[in-house]
């Protein structure tokens, strides 16, 4: 039996004695949002290091486990600080309690046979007990010294049974040791964040991990660059998105000038109201962090570059006014979703790179995405709250659209964000991308200049607003455009800067918007009135679509009507048109094409990539009982072989998209086929070009060349298709060569 009161003694002199200031009077614990924390304040510590290889560290975090087990994340804060949770947490918790229960044997000791040995032997326990407080692996060591010791002593018939009995105590403690030899401290590795962030970064790969590439990412707001690496995982199909932003790697005294300014702002709020604005905010937090740094600077005596006040500024910026580390993972061209799942500390950031899933070493935190549905809401107008707990917006700054959802839906606050291309899609960068093939990207060219109306369908993520949004620019710059949709991600802004006449009209959110919005249907209505335009729908989904096909039917619009639905093949576009929205089947035949886009694997493999699998023309005729006569495929998808494959009714001249098209243009068949044909080359020549210069294919240069390809057809009296392409061709080399495309 052990002396309770002497064990209680014990243990509080081996962990206190020794360095009493680190460990008493330092010690927080807190509920936190993921449970108990056990906080370690650092700052004033001697040691210099907040790590667990340093042996003054490793005492202190031992000692305060050994009160405190059963904590949930352990914090060491200095200004760059470590977080300790889950299976690291684990074994510090297994490494304190191995050290306690020795301290426990060691208390309790008692005399054995004629106690000529207690002082000797508990010599030795205390020496191991010393040891291991800074190192379980030299204390197990000498646990298996003392151990072996038991069996080479003097064997005399007298001492035989005491030698026992303490062999059987020193087997004890070496059984202990065994369980927390294999602990590496090396392998402890912490999360990671910096005092003004409570999102945690890991910052390791995990062992085994195998380094793919690596990039730079430039976030354009001020900030450094954040280095990122892609590795594969040996036990997951998924790939890890390994990413280290510049302020959770940057050296103490830059770390600490952020730390300060953000410490005085928190102390004294601003005068004036000026930082309560939205659009004013950034640049006030920045004056204010300039000022707050430079003048801590001065009073250390620290030279302040402004290349080096810039970006100590603007990392201040974007973690009070900003969205903190998601501003440097939005600003990665490689990203298209990210996503991170409620509760939000539990589970890391989920991101699509490259169309391929990623898991992340990134964690944000409960308290950073409250602020940031903050500023949402701030942004967007748009209310948020346990009564309407969904928020979907747009952040042009990013080019991304945020879908938020929160309690009662959800367990806490779950975000996704999808990225939209910086600058509008065009159809030779599609089909560099392989999402279609020249020649389906002439004939939807010509569908469009044609006044076709379409509607493009597909599943999340399969690439229809790409689509539409590079569809847009086939209409000819002397057309007006209204485009209509309810979360802005169509190019308005960027066709107006390049030419193009467009009138962008908001409604009112599916599921998040404000009483203050235009439902859909009115805004609708009301663009039938501003005169013949074509017309862009950005989403169709609801009692608009009425309004829309009885616009169509009597050829309200005047031009091309285009829009997106959900759907995953052309019957679930009639299904969902004709059952569920209600349009009559007849008012339904106003549609001439459906485009379905898709994602896919080829060869089975991980990666998903964006292909555009069908385009049919609407049947006019009768369809009878069966969906599927509706529609008469022009071009089909041909898995085998990852390319779109044309059917004979274009060859043949049964396309009734393509003879209407020719009955109005007073052109043959064959002149239209040539039409659509000589378009996918000139498509396919600026993609070629692409692949070296890629400025080739952004809207600035194919603006230019679609421009001087309709030049080139309209000045020839009966369409010439093949000079006119031929014309054209001798143009776009000329540009190439005088450099005309690098702009």
Known sequence: MYDLALTANSIKETFFKKRPTATLHRLKVRQGVAGTELAIDCVACDAGVSSMADPTCRRCVIGALADHGNAERLLLERDLVREYSGDTLVRLRALASFCSDLSLRAAGLRQFGCGKCDARRKEKIGAVVELSRAGHETAADAIDRLFLECYSGSNRPGCRDCERRFASLAGDMAIAAAKVRDIDYSALVPYVMPRFS??????????????????????????????????????????????????????????????????????????????????????????????????????????????RLERLAMTFVKYTSGLGIMEDVLADPHIQDAYVNAPVGATPLHVVVDGEECTSNLYLSESDVESMISRLRAISGRPFSEASPVLDMDLGQFHTRVSVIGSPLSRGLAYAFRRHKKTPWTLPQLVSHRMLSPYAAGLLSLLVDGHASMLITGTRGAGKTSLLSA??????????????????????????????????????????????????????RAALRLGESALIIGEVRGVEAKSLYEAMRVGASGNSVMGTIHGASCRDVLERVVQDIGVPPASFKATDVVVVCSTVRPGGGSQRERRLIEIAEVEKGEWGDDPEGAFDDLLAYDASYDLLRATDRIDTGRSEALKNIAKRWGLSIEEINNAAAARGRMIAAVADAGRQLPTAMEVESYARCINVFRVACDGRGRPDYAGALQAWEEWFSRELKGGSCER
């Open 198 to 307: 409570r999102s945690r970064v890991i910052g390791q790969p995990p062992a085994g991990a195998a380094f793919l590439r690596s990039y730079e990412v430039e976030p354009g707001n001020g900030c450094p660059a954040m280095h990122v690496a892609i590795y594969g995982l040996p036990e997951s199909p998924e790939k890890l998105y390994f990413a280290m932003p510049w302020e959770y790697s940057i050296d103490r005294e830059d770390l600490s000038l952020i730390v300060g300014a953000r410490e005085r702002l928190l102390r004294r709020r601003p005068d004036g109201e000026e930082f309560l604005d939205v659009n004013g905010a950034r640049a006030f937090f920045a004056r204010h962090a300039k000022s707050s740094i430079m003048g801590a600077a001065a009073a250390r005596g620290i030279r302040m570059e402004t290349g």
């Open 471 to 524: 569809l847009m620019l086939e209409i000819p710059q002397s057309y007006r455009i209204l485009a209509i949709e309810d979360t802005p991600e169509l190019p308005v802004e960027d066709m107006q800067r390049h030419g193009w006449k467009v009138q962008g009209i908001g409604t009112r959110a599916a599921v998040s918007g404000s009483e203050a919005e235009f439902q859909a249907s009115d805004a609708l």
